[in-house]
T-cell receptor
Framework: NAGVTQTPKFQVLKTGQSMTLQCAQD?????MSWYRQDPGMGLRLIHY???????DQGEVPNGYNVSRSTTEDFPLRLLSAAPSQTSVYFC???????????FGSGTRLTVV | SQQGEEDPQALSIQEGENATMNCSYK?????LQWYRQNSGRGLVHLIL?????REKHSGRLRVTLDTSKKSSSLLITASRAADTASYFC??????????FGSGTRLLVRP
């Protein structure tokens, strides 16, 4: 089925470890973004990309890196995990502004 | 800081009643969108209203937008238990950055 696929669904990291959250879409969408959702905080934008090779920072970019080498993939890298990065992470994509964004099912990350 | 703030934070109604949620935002927008999130799941797009529109309908959903007051409302008519979820407004300021509010938790009692 067409959509946004996130892996893994769950992950536990130790403080200081690094990891990559994967996001892939098969809808040929140009725009992709990463959000984190904390209890009672809604979603906050981490990084976004308006096309292959172009990325920019959102509201809370510190501690995260992204790259966009292809239209389909937009991985999010945690450089040195901290307990404050415990959250649920969502990837989203959109083709044109006339429609809403398509979200992945999320990655629940716990940093201990 | 978040662009949209929603009111109320939580709402509990009886099945069959109408539910109204409000969203306020701070800056100019290209469009405003509403999303639903069931517990533990991803977000699902409900409806999008452009800055030059004042009202839009989709099934049991009615959205209004007042750009002079920088506010929007989402009305769900004849609510059902399956409508129990969190509802978020999100604004697009033409940069493709979608900024979310903190959400309204809706409980529809059977």
């Amino acid at each position: 089925n067409a959509g946004v696929t996130q892996t893994p669904k769950f992950q536990v990291l130790k403080t200081g470890q690094s990891m990559t959250l994967q996001c892939a879409q098969d809808m040929n969408h140009e725009y992709m973004s990463w959000y984190r959702q904390d209890p009672g905080m809604g979603l906050r934008l981490i990084h976004y990309s308006v096309g292959a090779g172009i990325t920019d920072q959102g509201e809370v970019p510190n501690g995260y890196n992204v790259s966009r080498s292809t239209t389909e993939d937009f991985p999010l890298r945690l450089l040195s995990a901290a307990p404050s990065q415990t959250s649920v992470y969502f990837c989203a994509s959109i083709g044109t502004r006339n429609y809403g964004y398509t979200f992945g099912s999320g990655t629940r990350l716990t940093v201990v | 800081s978040q662009q949209g703030e929603e009111d109320p934070q939580a709402l509990s109604i009886q099945e069959g009643e109408n539910a109204t949620m409000n969203c306020s935002y701070k800056t100019s927008i290209n469009n405003l969108q509403w999303y639903r999130q069931n517990s533990g799941r991803g977000l699902v797009h409900l409806i999008l209203i452009r800055s030059n529109e004042r009202e839009k309908h989709s099934g049991r959903l009615r959205v209004t937008l007042d750009t002079s007051k920088k506010s929007s409302s989402l009305l769900i008519t004849a609510s059902r238990a399956a409508d129990t979820a969190s509802y978020f407004c999100a604004t697009d300021d033409s940069s493709y950055k979608l900024i979310f509010g903190s959400g309204t938790r809706l409980l529809v009692r059977p």
